[in-house]
Each structure stands twice: as C-alpha cells, then as structure tokens.
C-alpha cells in the first residue's frame, strides 16, 4: 500500500482558506520555476489560491531541500509532499486531492508554464462565477523548445492537444487532459483516478471517460505551455511503459472501447502523429499498418486470436490485430526505419495487388490483362495448394505461369508467419526462403507486403536490406518521399471495398499519387477479405479512364 510521504507547509498555509487548490505532481523534476511564476500572481489572488506539491517518489534529498526553500519563501500558501517512493500519477493526484482544501482542485503537471500573468486569478474567477464540475484551461507550445529533435513531440501535441477553446467546446468530452485541468471536489470524489494506474500514461484517458459521460466539461481560454517536449526515442520508451495502463482502460471500459472504436481509437491516436498526408483515419476502421516488437515496445496489450505459426499452417482469415495498443505500435513503426520514395511518376498510377495468394486471384489476372496490366502477387510459397478460409492457394505451376505472363511474383513470408511476433533471425530465415522458392519459378521476389500488415520496427529493419520495398495495409498514397519500408495500400474487400477503392484511386488522381490497391480471392462469392471479378474489372477501367498508369510495384520502383 501507499506510504507515508513527508509533509511540509510555508507559514501562510496554515491561515488560508483557499478557494482553489493547485495541484502538482512530479517525478525526477523540479517545479521551482513553475512554483516562481505561479507565486507572482501571490498578491493578485489574495488567498483564494493554494499550491499543493508532490514528489511522487524522486529520493533527491538535495532537490527536496531546495523545494522546501522555495515554498517557504512563497506568498501564495504552499504545501510540499515528498514520498519515500514512486506510486504513480493516478494515486498521486488522489493523495494531492486529499492533502488539498480548496473546493476546486487544479492539476497543472510540473512541466506547465502559464501564458498569462492572470493564469490564477482567471481559474479563481471562473470559480467565483460558474463553479464548473470540470474545466480545462488548454495547452499551448508558446514558450516551448523549438529544437529540432522535439520536432515529433510538436507536431504531435500541435495537432492533438494545442486546440484553441472554440475547437475544443464543439467536442468537449474530446479534449481532456490533466496537465491544466481545474475539477470540482465533489466531481473529484466521484470519479477519483483509478489507482491501479502506475507510471506514464493512460490514466487521465480512463478518468475522461468515466467522467464526461456524468458531468459537463467547460473550455475555457487559459492556457499553459507544456515545456516538457521529448525526443522520438524518450517518446517511444513512454509508450512501451504505457502498454499495462492502455490494457488497464481496455479492460474498464470494453464497452466504451468496443462500441464506439472509431471515435476512440481516433481520440487516443491523436497522441500520435498522423505522418502520412492522408491519413488512414480517412479509412475508419480500416487502419492496419505497422508495428514493432524489437524494444518491446507496446508489447500487444489487446491479445489477438492465434496467428499462423510455422510452415506450412495456413492463416487465420485475414486480422490484424485490431486493439488500440495494436495501432499505436503500428502507428509509431511508421516513424522509424524509413526509407523514402523517389517515384518519378508520369502519372497517376494504380498498382493491383493480391496477397497469399487464393488461386481465384491467379485467374484474375486476366482480367489485368485485357487492361493492358499486370498484377503484382505477393505470395508463400509455404502455402502452395494448400487449402485455407479462402479455398486453395496458388500452386507452384501457377505461379510460373503468372511470371511467365510478366505478372510480378513478390514475397508475402514462406509460412505467412507474422513479421510483429517473429524473431529476427526465424524472420530472416522464413524470408530467404520464400525468396529462394519464388525467384526458382522465375518470380523477381523483389518487393515484400507484410503479413496480416503487422509490422514492427525490428522487422522493418531487416527486410529494408533484402527487398525494394516493403508493404502495409494501411490506407494511403504513396508520393514522393514515402516511406518504402512500410507502404500503405488500401483494400479491396468487404460490402464497400469497391466504393473505398474507387474514392482513393479519385485521390490519386487529384494529387498525382501512386496508389498501391490489395485484395485475397477474386470470386463471385469473395470471402470478406477479397473482392469479385465485376469490381476487380471496374477498378480497373475506372483507373485507366482516369488517366492512371496500371504499373506492378515492381514497375514503379525499379525502373
Ligand atoms: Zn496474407
């Protein structure tokens, strides 16, 4: 259970009786300067303020002491709390709620630096005047670092926490973060945060969930600068940390999780940058990109159902795994081990693509043909004529036959093993494999798709030096500096596969973009995961009168 912390209270403490009570946490930092800015607003607020510290277990005698002299010398009453060791943000915001006397509890992190020199005075007005349940002041980057490693960070909090108050009163339940977030003690005592949150993250997502379904959230304009921006790597090492909080949520809130994914999952995935110009949240639930396992890093909170193992197994129907931990590791993959695209492209240009490959799909090919294309098939060769949830795939023969026909024969893994869940050197050895299968038929092997689209930073690693690119499955075009070693590609399946395909073969008409199309089995009855011979025909028509080039990725990449 918790420890005792030590206490220590400035001598206007004992005499006040705040209104607000300012609350802030902090770990291996040290709040002096925020603590200086807040105290000059001392004489402004006249009481009706009070500052409650926590040092959530950094054991730095030296900084406590030096805390302990800066809130002695404040005006403002002042209350600092040192705990012999870390218990985490969530039951640290509780043991400040309870240490606090003010009716209202402000949570400002450690790393915030108010805008304004009327920062207090307005939370105390505001209280004075509405006595709000739940009111957040806004973050901003004003006075925040500008050096080039924070540059992710930036982009990151520019998009999903820098919103100015009108953008954020539309959807106000959307933006609730606990770094400048003023709670009324009774909405406190209702909804206190989840103790069985430990370490950074996810805690302040589950407490806004739970408490904007019962109380209105006010936005108003206050704002503070978060000065804390971290490096890519420092990022990444959070969110690895982070992944037992998200499952933590996941298992509070399935309903919550489960009923409403899309909005969720794009509330959560705002904390990550979005690096592809069109974004996959375009697509709904159709985001199924990357992932990384190497540093461990957001090892799967959200277990999914058992994948292909072993040679010669054949996959499970087509599934990512679909939990939000799963897209945020996707999601970050997308940051690391890039190597960027030089297209030249004449045109718009169309690839069709078919992964696994179901027999159904070879007949398709020629279809292609009469549009005067050819089709790119990333194939296992550890499935050959082997039966699966989409009937038989493509055999040995074949394969020959599609290369022979000038179809590209690319690498999907030789047992459909999981790039995400494979070591690195069983997923060097699969890949060589498969490699050395298909190129004896007279395929190029030269370009990989990722099974499942599960992707990993480790496996993007690996794969960059073997093939000229590497393939995703999430939605997006491919331009000038894209990413080779994760491309996105949008799908041919399911009831609107044809419509999705047709809207972003529109977008890369408009924007001159390469756009990379997959799909399973091509059949009158298609499983979910593939899509009829009609649609296959249509798309490509519809992309030729649009003026595209039908290429193989090959034919794009290694011209
Ligand atoms: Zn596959």
Redesign the pocket.
């Known amino acids: 259970m918790t420890a005792k912390g030590r206490v220590f209270a400035n001598p206007t403490w004992k005499v006040a009786s705040p209104v607000v009570s300012v609350l802030i946490p902090f770990l291996r930092d040290d709040p002096s300067t925020l603590l200086t800015l807040l105290n000059e607003e001392a004489g402004a607020v006249d009481g009706s303020v009070e500052v409650v510290v926590l040092d959530d277990g950094t054991r730095d005698p030296e900084l406590t002491k030096r805390l302990t002299a800066v809130i002695k010398g404040m005006t403002l009453p002042a209350r600092l709390i040192t705990l012999p060791r870390n218990e985490g943000r969530s039951i640290g915001r509780n043991r400040l709620a309870t240490a606090a006397r003010g009716g209202s509890l402000l949570f400002l992190d450690s790393d915030m630096r108010p805008d304004y020199r009327r920062f207090l005075r307005d939370w105390a007005d505001l209280v004075a005047r509405e006595d709000p349940p739940v009111a957040f002041g806004g973050i901003s980057l004003l006075q925040a670092p500008v050096e080039p490693r924070f540059a992710v960070h930036r982009a990151m909090a520019t998009k999903s926490e820098c919103v100015p108050y009108t953008v954020r009163a539309r959807q106000p339940e959307k933006y609730v973060y606990t770094s400048n977030l003023l709670v009324r003690r009774d909405v406190f005592a209702a909804e206190a945060f989840d103790p069985g949150f430990t370490g950074w993250g996810w805690e302040d997502v589950e407490w806004a969930m739970r408490v904007s379904q019962r109380f209105r959230v006010l936005h108003v304009d206050n704002p503070a600068t978060h000065m804390g921006l971290d490096t890519v790597s420092d990022l990444a090492g959070k969110y690895e940390q982070s992944a037992p909080n998200f499952a933590r949520v996941v298992d509070r809130h399935p309903a919550i999780v489960s009923t409403y994914p899309s909005y969720r999952a794009a509330r959560l995935l705002k904390r990550l940058p979005a690096w592809d110009a069109a974004a996959p949240a375009a697509a709904g639930g159709r985001d199924r990109g990357i992932a990384d396992r190497d540093a461990g890093l957001f090892a799967a909170p959200v277990p999914g159902g058992p994948l292909c193992r072993g040679d010669r197994v054949t996959?499970e129907p087509?599934s990512a795994d679909p939990g939000l931990g799963a897209k945020l590791r996707r999601r970050y993959a997308r940051l690391v081990h890039r190597r960027p695209a030089r297209l030249n492209l004449d045109r718009p240009t169309v690839s069709f693509t078919f992964?696994?490959a179901p027999a159904s799909a070879a007949s398709a090919a020629a279809i292609l043909e009469r549009h005067q294309a050819r089709g790119t098939y990333?194939l296992?060769a550890g499935l050959f004529d082997e039966t699966g949830h989409m009937g038989r795939y493509i055999n040995a023969a074949e394969a020959a036959d599609l290369a022979a026909r000038g179809h590209e024969i690319g690498c999907?893994s030789f047992g459909?093993v999981d790039a995400h869940r494979t070591d690195g050197e069983a997923l060097l050895d699969d890949s060589g494999r498969n490699v050395a299968a298909l190129t004896a038929l007279g395929g190029s092997a030269r370009h990989f798709?990722f099974?499942?689209g599960e992707v990993s930073p480790a496996a993007k690693a690996r794969l960059a030096d073997r093939y000229g690119s590497l393939r995703g499955v999430h939605a997006g075009l491919v331009r000038e500096g894209s990413d080779l070693n994760q491309l996105p590609a949008v799908g041919i399946e399911g009831d609107d596969g044809e419509a999705v395909a047709r809207h972003w073969i529109d977008r890369a008409v408009e924007t001159g973009a390469w756009l990379i199309l997959f799909t399973?089995d091509v059949s009158d009855k298609p499983s979910p995961w593939g899509c009829t011979p009609e649609a296959l025909d249509r798309l490509a028509a519809h992309a030729r009168d649009a003026g595209c080039d039908l290429k193989t990725v090959g034919q794009v990449l290694d011209r």
Do not use: I, S
């Open positions: 996959p087509y992964d696994d990333y296992c999907h459909h798709a099974p499942y399973h």
